[in-house]
């Protein structure tokens, strides 16, 4: 409770100490950034920290945070004197707007605590990994943090998110066990404000541009309340799956007779895995399948021509909170809010001003500018993927305004250019320090000609937003609102010609600078190139439905956008569009990694794609809330109803399932490491030993991902040679690990002690760990580390010695 409590005075007094800078910097928005202020704060405070500590301007310690602090509060207390008496006339006239925000922040981020207490466990999928990043860049001597999982080398990962949460635990006194379940709660408060804040200030603008002044006042309060929808359709509203869970439990649409099998031709048909299998009898409402939750984040099913499965990550919001890995995309989110924001603000009129670039002029003042390039940056160091989407919503933003300002034209690209070239520029020299060591892992654009998303798994994935989308724009139309539907159809159709060529393009050139690739691949089909055609293209029209639904939202999408004014229904058609090619792109192209197809092309572009559009369901339902009148209100409503019925029921049971009905076995905790004093109070004693031990390189046992290896360095914060190594190697070079895995082994089994002693300088040991893992992983010759070194931690199995 006290390092709660600390984390959210912490995080409090950081957003109110930033305000007066986000007032400054955020004039069009109608909350002046309240609500994004805490993410700000962190943001600019992070940054400080960490180019100061990269330079060596700072340590990695309380005096560098506090410095970073200083900084900040300058900058703060500078525009606070400039814009005092606007600032406090503006506090007095928005109290309500401010309670209502401190209260979402504090239900939200205390709400997650208390599920994360029920299940504080850092074990599993890639958990230990992060706990990892946390670990080692609190127990870093300088920065570039160092990784580790591979003694001698600093992290090469998009590691700015684990950044902050070191940040904080340092400044608090927080382990890193303990800190790890506080950041995910304090990323989902941050988020729910981040989306709260979007929505009030879509909801003010519109409502500033049709009514009068008390009016306006009246529907602005009226906002405070809707706008808690918006969090909700981020963070807590799920996909159809969960629903389709309950379905099959009870055992609907199946069929059963006495002298077969059960059948059903709809879930075959649904074709997704689990969902497919009989359900077991008695029929009941809950399902009870072990780990039932986990499908939902797998929708999409990938088969390769030749009929092989390929796995596909469809993850929404509630689903990661509910696992909560402390992944990037999930440490993004409330600075993904954020740059929505900044390009919210430049939408709204914000930042007017000129710059002369020299061969061209930007229509946007320097302190706009600094502050997209401050955001798009930390976007890229916090989840590299996310700063295409961010850049793209942000520099879309400015080509409208410059629309509405000079009309139509190909003047927009070379403003689109003018904007998005420098900023990505600045952004990259901005945060320098990172890429000097940043091996990514994509290599280059992969045409894909197999694997398409089918029409019933785009709904059970979107279904829960795009029926309020569908609904909002038929409204518009109903409406008469003005539209462009020539221009739409024709930019709509060249788009998905765009894609297709770009396919076929890059297809072509690696058919002639890589033919024995291409080769290899149409054998693994079992087809000559002609016939993979056909087939891969047979295969796109019997999966039509998934590409009619899409460009049935973007193209009317698209219509209002061209004849739109710039207000907010134009900024929610604009995520609406962009929403669509995020889902539509990965059917046609997506980023080579080391999985080698697009599992992760889709769940980064539909992760994305989801913020976007539960921002724009969110707002569609509250419009129409209150423009429709007498049966289509009454008709709407009941929409709305089966639409929160079906998009809850994942949240409302996966949560119990999870958490084991909040009855935890050994009681409400956030500290991990409670678990590892339970479950092996030897290891956790030399743990804590070797936490309070000079620093060295400890040597322990090598093994696979998603497993125990690695635990001594990961508790510790002290390097290992070596943790999991396919992890390892998506992460830089495979060749850098060397051969760290066999020399570990030899180090434990060999007799002869010359090399055992080489394989101690090479990398520089200083403590060699013995514990249960390394003797079922080795046969360990323990014998010549008593001859030849001193013991300097035993208890029970457990024995550490220090190398002189």
């Excluded at 990505?424 to 990514?440: I, R, W």
């Amino acid at each position: 409770m006290i390092a709660f409590l600390s984390w959210y005075i912490l995080i409090t007094v950081l957003g109110w100490l930033t305000f007066p800078l986000a007032y400054s910097l955020f004039p069009a928005l109608a909350d002046r950034g309240y609500a994004f202020a805490r993410a700000f704060g962190l943001l600019i405070w992070g940054y400080v920290f960490w180019l100061f500590a990269s330079f060596r301007i700072a340590q990695n310690d309380l005096g560098g945070l506090l410095l970073g602090l200083v900084i900040l509060g300058g900058l703060s207390a500078w525009t606070f004197v400039k814009w005092k008496s606007e600032l406090i006339r503006w506090l007095d006239e928005h109290q309500r707007l401010i309670l209502v925000t401190e209260i979402l922040f504090l239900t939200a981020f205390g709400l997650m605590a208390f599920v994360r207490a029920a299940n504080p466990e850092i074990v599993g999928t890639e958990k230990p990994m992060e706990l990892m990043f946390i670990n080692g860049i609190m127990n870093s001597p300088t920065f570039p943090p160092r990784d580790l999982w591979l003694s001698g080398y600093a992290i090469s990962y998009y590691y700015f998110g684990y950044v902050m949460a070191s940040m904080l635990a340092l400044f608090t006194g927080v382990p890193a066990t303990l800190a790890f379940n506080l950041m995910i709660a304090l990323i989902f408060g941050l988020s729910a404000v981040g989306a709260y804040g979007i929505l009030y200030n879509l909801l003010t603008n519109r409502q500033s541009l049709i009514a009068d002044r008390q009016s306006e006042i009246v529907n602005r309060q009226s906002s405070i309340v809707s706008s808690l929808l918006a969090p909700l359709f981020l963070l807590i509203v799920s996909n159809v799956e969960g629903f389709l869970e309950v379905l099959r439990s009870r055992g609907l649409f199946w069929h059963f007779s006495a002298d077969g099998p059960a059948t059903s031709r709809f879930w075959s048909w649904l074709d997704i895995p689990d969902l497919r299998e009989v359900p077991a009898q008695p029929f009941q409402w809950i399902p009870d399948r072990y780990l039932w939750w986990w499908r939902a984040s797998r929708v999409v099913q990938d088969y390769e021509l030749n009929g092989s499965w390929r796995e596909v990550i469809d993850e929404f919001p509630f689903f990661s909170y509910l696992l909560s890995d402390l992944h990037p995309h999930v440490l993004a989110m409330p600075f993904n809010l954020l740059a929505i924001a900044v390009a919210l603000n430049l939408f709204f009129g914000g930042w007017r001003g000129k710059i002369d670039l020299y061969f061209g002029e930007l229509h946007i003042n320097k302190a706009g500018f600094f502050t997209i390039a401050l955001v798009l940056g930390g976007l890229a160091f916090l989840n590299t993927w996310d700063i295409l989407i961010a850049g793209a919503l942000i520099v879309f933003s400015y080509a409208l305004v410059r629309v509405h300002e000079s009309g139509w034209g190909w003047e927009r690209l070379a403003d689109i250019l003018l904007l998005g070239v420098p900023a990505v520029v600045a952004a990259f020299v901005m945060y320098l320090p990172f890429y000097v060591g940043f091996d990514s892992q994509a290599g280059g654009i992969i045409p894909n000609f197999m694997f398409v998303t089918r029409g019933a798994h785009i709904w059970v994935m979107w279904g829960t937003l795009f029926v309020p989308l569908f609904a909002y724009l038929i409204y518009l139309w109903r409406g008469r609102t003005p539209a462009d539907w020539r221009a739409s159809l024709f930019a709509s159709l060249g788009l998905l010609v765009v894609l297709l060529l770009a396919m076929f393009t890059i297809g072509f050139l690696a058919w002639k600078l890589k033919p024995d690739l291409v080769l290899s691949i149409l054998q693994s089909q079992g087809r000559d190139g002609a016939a993979f055609l056909a087939d891969s293209m047979a295969r796109r029209l019997s999966y039509i439905g998934g590409l009619l639904t899409l460009l049935a939202l973007l193209i009317p999408a698209l219509a209002f956008l061209f004849r739109s004014e710039n207000n907010s229904t134009a900024f929610v058609l604009l995520m609406i569009a962009l929403g669509m090619l995020l889902i539509l792109g990965p059917d046609f192209l997506y980023l080579r990694d080391n999985f080698g197809w697009r599992i992760n092309t889709v769940f980064k572009f539909y992760y994305q794609a989801w913020i976007v559009l539960s921002l724009s369901a969110a707002y569609g339902i509250i419009v129409l809330f209150r423009s429709l009148r007498g049966a289509a209100n009454v008709g709407f409503s009941i929409v709305f109803a089966l639409v929160l019925i079906v998009g809850l029921t994942y949240p409302a049971l996966s949560i119990f399932n999870r958490t084991s009905n909040f009855n935890p076995p050994f009681g409400y905790t956030l500290d991990d490491f409670e678990r590892v004093q339970r479950d092996n109070p030897d290891e956790a004693a030399a743990i804590r030993w070797l936490q309070s031990a000079p620093d060295g390189v400890v040597a322990e046992a090598v093994g696979g991902a998603y497993s125990s290896y690695g635990r001594i360095s990961i508790y510790t914060g002290l390097p290992t040679v070596l943790g999991w190594e396919n992890h390892e190697g998506q992460w830089r070079d495979q060749a850098l690990q060397g051969s760290r895995q066999v020399d570990i082994e030899t180090l434990y089994t060999t007799n002869d002690w010359i090399t055992t002693q080489e394989i101690i300088d090479r990398y520089h040991i200083r403590y060699i760990y013995i514990g249960n893992l390394e003797r079922s992983s080795y046969r360990v010759n323990e014998e010549k580390f008593n001859r030849f070194l001193k013991p300097v931690f035993q208890q029970g199995s457990v024995i550490v010695y220090k190398v002189p």
